[in-house]
């Protein structure tokens, strides 16, 4: 598994184990609305990433309504970081152009580069449906590879306009949020169950359960996603809603790999 996969799905916002047939997990998105938690003010948000807790593994920033006088429509996201570990190698941006009526993105551009490959994504949302570009370039060879994609089904969100969505509901404890997510190469789809309140790193936050299963692109039918286990995410229980801390279990060739943190170091004004 590359640590782009474990970013992907990281950013997804995941999911609880269930099986549903094309029909149903469409009609839990479609119903789906979006809620009355304003767009948070400009802030940039940087964590720390471990393994098991102990091993440090790279960092993550989020930045949140980033100013651009070139496109005064949207409210922008951005998040940027990388792998610490030198035998792995791995650093990715993404920027998120999202109207902020609707809390749903119209263009996500991305890039990913680790020690074999540079990877472009170029994806355009529409109402119902994303169109996906892709642009590998092999470092070894120099060969240039390119695919490409359109998904429709229902309502379709890029990792960061998700993070807002799943924001703006009321997140009441028991309450669960269904999103359909594109992020990169497939689309997902995202349970998200808000589990209790409790006090983490010192602050009232809501404990959520995450859970991720993949669609077939043909046949809309929901698949296993077995390289992703297991996510929890802590969000403070107020009217900033700052994620303090994301959880993550990751398989790799049928073996657990052992959780991943993300730790929320610093927050400031991009």
């Not at 940027?80 to 998120?96: I, N, Q, V």
């Amino acid at each position: 598994m590359k640590l782009s996969t474990f970013f992907a799905a990281s950013f997804a916002l995941l999911l609880t184990s269930f099986s549903a047939s094309a029909e149903d997990w469409q009609a839990k998105v479609k119903s789906q609305k979006l809620g009355s938690f304003p767009l948070p003010q400009p802030v940039q948000l940087t964590y720390q990433g471990s393994f098991a807790n102990v091993v440090k593994s790279g960092k993550v920033s989020f930045i949140f309504g980033k100013k651009d006088k070139r496109y005064p429509h949207f409210y922008i996201s951005q998040s940027y970081g990388g792998s610490s570990f030198k035998r792995l190698p791995y650093t990715y941006d993404m920027t998120s152009f999202i109207n902020p009526k609707t809390q749903k993105p119209r263009l996500l551009v991305a890039n990913e580069s680790d020690d074999e490959e540079k990877v472009k994504i170029f994806n355009t949302y529409h109402s119902s449906s994303v169109e996906h570009k892709k642009t590998t370039t092999l470092f070894k060879s120099g060969e240039v590879e390119e695919k490409a994609h359109k998904f429709g089904a229902v309502p379709i969100h890029d990792p960061l306009s998700a993070m807002l969505f799943l924001r703006s509901q009321k997140l009441e404890v028991g309450e669960k949020t269904y999103m359909c997510i594109h992020p990169f190469a497939s689309p997902y789809f995202a349970t998200v169950n808000v589990l209790k309140k409790e006090i983490h790193m010192g602050q009232p936050c809501l404990k959520i359960d995450l859970a991720l299963r993949k669609i077939d692109k043909k046949t809309n039918q929901l698949k296993a996603y077995k390289k992703l286990k297991k996510a929890t995410i802590w969000i403070t229980d107020d009217a900033k809603r700052i994620p303090l801390e994301y959880k993550i279990e990751v398989n790799i060739a049928g073996f657990t790999f052992g959780y991943v943190r993300l730790k929320l170091t610093s927050q400031q004004k991009p």
